[in-house]
Nanobody
């Protein structure tokens, strides 16, 4: 089992920045990958970014060039740096860990609201 706790969400004006954090209860080095998803009101949960155990990063087209995913293995934490935020980025952001046996673990989410 892995517990994930997200933090860092909040209210920001368009063009601003936020950094989300996701703290894991055990080593993220034991995970195949770590990812961020988001879910806007009334919409499905969408993938945002992934970082693999080999440190390969991938991003959804909608955030490419604005968001950066990174990890700090010493702190068992994954980050999502979000720059040049847009109102369309408003959503609950979720962290997901992909375990070695194909199991997925989710955090509880953190709200990001971008005002125009």
């Amino acid at each position: 089992q892995v517990q994930l706790v997200e933090s860092g969400g909040g209210l920001v004006q368009a063009g601003g920045s936020l950094r989300l954090s996701c703290a894991a209860s055990r080593s993220i080095l034991s995970m195949n990958s770590m990812a961020w998803f988001r879910q806007a009101p009334g919409k499905q949960r969408d993938w945002v970014a992934t970082i693999t155990s080999e440190s390969r990063m991938n991003y959804a087209d909608s955030v490419k060039g604005r968001f950066t995913i990174s990890t700090d293995s010493a702190k068992n934490t994954v980050y999502l740096q979000m720059n040049n935020l847009e109102p369309e980025d408003t959503a609950v952001y979720y962290c997901r860990a992909a375990g070695l046996l194909g199991r997925y673990y989710w955090g509880q989410g953190t709200q990001v609201t971008v005002s125009s």
